[in-house]
């Protein structure tokens, strides 16, 4: 009988090196959001010029995500991925240049600079069409059905893991190195992890010698999601829940304006949801859900939600970075049942669209989610905003889970 208990999951050579690049990827990735955000704000002095990164790779990002989905699903999946690795690194390393010549470069204005900083940031939203859903359309074939929920719940491990220690660690290299070391370490690190994948055996197209316009070869991905309701029911919960329940982006106001506690607050606030979700996928690699995962996920996105509600509601600090650390403890659980479903529901021969559609949803919810919470807060006054927010991710996990039956009933 083949062992399903996630730690066994990385014996299996080929995933040991797949998560080890993903890794080394996603810490390289958060340390050159930190850098961007810093670098930009330096030049400018503009808080929305830092806003504008965000939305110059996003905007790319999702226009790209459909064909990129098509391209993966009729490509050799190593071969690509070690592409958009080294396309990566390029492009990061034009910016590591213009870094060290920045000084040099009188005859540009500080504004000039950063459109080239734009302009490389909108080629990495590309980049980011394509390399998204890559290693999650690698993991079924490497691991097999039976290990997928545990190679599921290490990949969220890994990438939260990774998430979280490049936002803290690009602070501090900006601090030691300066805007220039740290770019070139980010772009040696890009160049480490592509030594991973080098080890991963080929990974060769289910669709090799089909011909599929590409127009149809996206409409199937869709049509599929759209037929296929446990897995349109997770990506709208996965949607709605961070498009309204993102209190995160009100953080700043409260811990200065309402809990009065400072940057000290400020910063233990922000990670708390962090610190919720590292610890219960931790957990969940050591102790898996074994049954009745679709009701559990139905009342983590309503939980969730109470938790938002509770944080808006809050005058003390320390229940507000306890309601903020369940938020993230259920979150976390949502995350990887949600990514589970979806892999387990997709065909090989699909996957890649599939995932690349997720990953839509994934990108426009984040990016539409700060702005919700923004227009929110100015129309309804922050502490409304988050409330509102709060309510309204619990009517979409009760919505969901009366109108899709399935996926309520969904175990694995």
């Known amino acids: 009988m083949i062992s399903t208990h996630p730690i066994k999951t990385l014996r299996i050579p080929a995933f040991r090196n797949l998560i080890c690049g993903r890794f080394f990827l996603v810490l390289a990735f958060r340390m050159l959001a930190t850098l961007l955000g ?3 704000y330096q030049l400018t002095k503009d808080p929305f010029a830092i806003g504008l990164i965000g939305l110059s790779e996003v905007i790319p990002a999702v226009s790209s995500a459909l064909y990129a989905g098509h391209v993966i699903d009729n490509s050799e999946k190593k071969r690509l991925l070690l592409i958009c690795n080294y396309a990566y690194v390029v492009l990061i390393g034009s910016l590591a240049a213009l ?5 040099e470069l009188h005859m540009y204005t500080n504004r000039q600079l950063t459109w080239f900083i734009y302009g490389t940031i909108f080629l990495t939203g590309i980049c980011r069409a394509f390399i998204g859903p890559l290693v999650p359309t690698m993991i079924p074939k490497i691991v097999g059905s039976a290990r997928l929920p545990a190679a599921i719940t290490i990949n969220q491990a890994t990438f939260l893991t990774a998430s979280v220690s490049g936002h803290a660690l690009g602070g501090f290299l900006i601090h030691w190195f300066g805007i220039p070391g740290t770019l070139m370490i980010i772009v040696s690190i890009m160049s480490f992890a592509s030594v991973f994948f080098w080890f991963i055996p080929r990974h060769p197209s289910e669709n090799l010698g089909l011909q599929t316009k590409i127009m149809e070869s996206m409409k199937e991905g869709l049509r599929y999601i759209y037929k296929t309701k446990e897995i349109l ?18 953080i700043p106001v409260f811990a200065s304006d309402i809990l009065m506690v400072g940057s000290q607050g400020f910063g233990l606030l922000n990670a708390a949801s962090d610190i919720g979700a590292m610890m219960v996928i931790i957990t969940l690699s050591i102790v898996p859900l074994r049954k009745n995962q679709g009701k559990i996920l139905l009342f983590a996105v ?3 939600g109470l938790c938002i509600i509770g944080f808006g509601l809050s005058k003390l600090y320390w229940l507000s970075f306890i309601l903020l650390m369940m938020s993230g403890i ?9 990514g589970t479903i979806v892999q387990l529901k997709t065909p090989e021969k699909i996957r890649g669209r599939v995932l690349s559609v997720n990953s839509i949803f994934i990108m426009s919810s984040n990016e539409l989610g700060q702005f919700e919470s923004g227009v929110a807060a100015k129309l309804l006054g922050v502490v409304r905003s988050v409330i509102f927010g709060g309510s309204m991710t619990l009517l979409i996990a009760l919505a969901v889970g009366k109108n899709f039956p399935s996926l309520r009933r969904m175990k694995y």
């Open 330 to 338: 259920l979150d976390g659980i949502s995350v990887v049942i949600r």
């Open 233 to 250: 029911g997770a990506l709208l919960l996965d949607m709605f829940a961070v498009l309204f329940g993102g209190a995160v982006a009100m």
């Open 302 to 304: 309503g939980g969730f």
């Open 38 to 40: 810093w670098w930009v």
């Open 99 to 103: 870094a060290y010549f920045e000084s």
